[in-house]
C-alpha cells in the first residue's frame, strides 16, 4: 500500500468508521432537552457504539447560532 507521502508500506492498522444520517436537534428535541436538563439525551441509546469508532461522520442539519430563540414548531430562518 502506497501512503499519502508515497511512503510504501506492508499494512496499515484498521480504522473503524462510524456514519449517521442527518440530525436534526431543533424544535421537539431542543425542547425535550432542556425539560430534562440534559443535552446528552439524543444520544443516550448510541452513544457507547459512537464511542467504539475512531472516525465519527454525524451530518448535523441543525445550526448552532448564538442568541437564536428556540421554537417548538416551523422553522426560523436567521442570517
Not at 431542543?30 to 457504539?49: C, H, L, Q, S
Amino acid at each position: 500500500m502506497i501512503l499519502g507521502g508515497g511512503e510504501i508500506v506492508d499494512s496499515v492498522a484498521p480504522v473503524s468508521l462510524a456514519v449517521t444520517g442527518d440530525v436534526l436537534l431543533a424544535r421537539s428535541v431542543n425542547a425535550k432537552m432542556v425539560e430534562i436538563g440534559d443535552f446528552t439525551y439524543p444520544w443516550a441509546g448510541v452513544a457507547e457504539k459512537l464511542r467504539q469508532a475512531d472516525i465519527i461522520f454525524i451530518n448535523l442539519e441543525t445550526p448552532l447560532v448564538k442568541d437564536c430563540k428556540p421554537t417548538t414548531e416551523g422553522m426560523k430562518f436567521w442570517a
